[in-house]
């Protein structure tokens, strides 16, 4: 893909490149279809929850946004390597002021519905993630946008209202057909290598090959059927069953339990996960006892335990790998629990005997269930009495993601490819905010941001937030685990991103 950018945004692609994780067989991102590949075949993919929508610019769930990225498409997409390619754009530019971005559609892209993609599809998606189209964006980021122009039908021209490097990263936003909003829920039209076939709620979701697709050779499978698993010990029974194909988000007793039956491939992961807090439930308003949990967590026991040693500690919301932007902060509390600084600060806070504490987990999640049980017998040592409250993932969407009645919760948050990505969700007014963390600092400096306009300035304004976050314990940030995923012998050509996707376009049965 052509690229004409200012020494700023060359910059950041190299970093994001450098920063990508690929793993796995066969063929990751490449443009030729692999030798060995068979064409046809449906492949069962075990998911742990059910989507919470088929509309690509309003789902939530990370779960839900790894299976719509096989269906949908932005102008530019992210690669196996972590480096931006053309999609439904073929080459963009950008202005010497950084205000102008202009995009040059590929011809004769698809969409799912037979008709070509034009100018109008593009100038509609991205107003309406924007907001230009109704006063609401529905990213965030894209808020940025002051106006799309058309310059020539296969030309659009994208102002912006102030320099961001990171802001290119928000152009794989979905095109989608014009004024086909508010029918993608019911019937998602996308530009993606897989159309929507069919979608049965507590069931799954089944996509179907795109004849049309672009990219030329792919995708190989006819079908995939993303089935909802009911738990681990079931996802477990049918990959040995050969009822599932593919599994991902092993634990490492899992791991092991099924590496004789199928292929068990592994790479870093985009997730971190946390013991979070809601900032605004006692007793977690008070920070003494926030920190408290802090010191008494044993997060290399709990890697021990979980993932069988295979993990990064992390005491911050920020992927280790992102280097530039990472602050080592482990040794602030500690990695292996400090029993006497947790009884201390209890008792400063007026808890010496300790506390009642409930923790929500979504069961259908075994990683973060066996975090929990470790969790549990670490906080007894500092007179906690906590408990696992284990509820469904749609209990858990409503009850703690969006109407924040909980006291405590373990799950993990995932990275898009931007640093802030991990941090601009714990600004107070941000409705991705669940754990109540509420710092007029954090805001101010997260403000800085927005207005800084070199890379280097973000890096130094995103280590000072990571460094509020573990002052105020915010939350108790555990590991970044690695990624496990099972497949079957008879498959190749899964492809490890460095974002949270499925992308089913590359696997294959072996010839």
């Known amino acids: 893909m052509k690229k004409y950018l200012t020494t700023i945004l060359v910059t950041l692609l190299t970093m994001t490149a450098l920063c990508g994780c690929a793993g796995g067989t066969g063929a990751s991102s490449e443009d030729k279809p692999s030798k060995n590949a068979t064409y046809g075949g449906t492949v069962v993919v075990g998911i742990q ?55 040059k559609l590929r011809p004769n892209v698809k969409f799912h519905n037979g008709n070509t ?112 698993v009911g738990s681990a010990e079931t996802a477990i029974m049918e990959l040995k069953a050969g009822n599932i194909q593919i599994y991902p988000y092993l634990t490492d007793s899992q791991a092991e339990e099924v590496k004789s039956t199928v292929q068990v491939l592994s790479a870093p992961s985009d997730v971190v996960q946390a013991l979070f807090f809601n900032n605004a439930a006692e007793p977690l308003n008070d920070v003494r006892v926030r920190q408290a949990i802090c010191y008494a967590l044993n997060r290399e026991e709990i890697i021990g335990f979980v993932a069988g040693g295979d993990a990064a500690i992390v005491s911050t919301a920020m992927l280790p790998t992102l280097t530039s932007y990472y602050e080592d902060l482990n040794d602030h509390y500690g990695t292996t629990g400090n029993v006497e600084e947790a009884k201390k600060l209890l008792a400063e806070a007026g808890y010496p005997d300790g506390f009642d504490l409930t923790i929500t987990i979504p069961s259908n999640y075994e990683y973060h269930m066996q975090t929990g049980e470790v969790v549990v017998e670490q906080l007894k040592a500092v007179g906690i009495n906590a408990k696992i409250d284990a509820v469904e993932w749609e209990s858990w969407l409503s009850d703690v993601y969006t109407d924040r009645n909980y006291q405590t919760t373990i799950c993990g948050i995932t990275s898009d490819m931007t640093p ?8 107070s007014d941000n409705k991705k905010n669940f754990i109540n963390f509420n710092s007029s600092s954090y805001d101010d400096i997260y403000g800085n941001i927005l207005e800084a306009k070199s890379l280097g300035e973000r890096g130094i304004l995103y280590k000072e937030l990571q460094k509020i976050l ?42």
């Open 420 to 427: 802030g990505y991990l941090l601009n969700r714990f600004t």
């Open 470 to 511: 573990c002052d105020e314990a915010a939350t108790a940030f555990l590991q970044v685990p690695v990624l496990k995923v099972a497949m079957s012998s008879e498959l190749d050509g899964y492809t490890f991103y460095p974002i949270y996707v499925q992308d089913m376009s590359t696997v294959y049965y072996t010839k």
């Open 117 to 228: 993609v034009t100018a109008e599809d593009v100038k509609y998606s991205l107003e309406r993630v924007s907001g230009l189209l109704d006063g609401t964006p529905l990213v965030s980021t894209m808020s940025a946008i002051t106006a799309v122009d058309i310059i020539d039908e296969k030309t659009v021209r994208v102002t912006v209202g102030s320099v961001n490097p990171e802001l290119i990263y928000s152009f794989t936003a979905a095109i989608i057909p014009a004024g086909s909003g508010e029918d993608e829920n019911a019937d998602p039209i996308g530009t993606g290598p897989f159309r929507f076939k069919s979608y049965t709620p507590q069931e799954g979701i089944v996509i179907e090959k795109f004849d049309d697709y672009w990219k030329k050779g792919f995708p190989y499978l006819d079908e995939v059927d993303f089935k909802i």
């Open 49 to 103: 929850q059910d989507i919470d929508g088929l509309d690509p610019h309003k789902v939530t769930a990370a779960g839900t946004k790894e299976i719509l990225f096989n269906i949908f498409e932005g102008l530019v997409k992210c690669d196996a390597n972590g480096d931006l390619t053309g999609a439904v754009a073929e080459e963009y530019s950008l202005s010497e002021d950084g205000l102008e971005y202009t995009f």
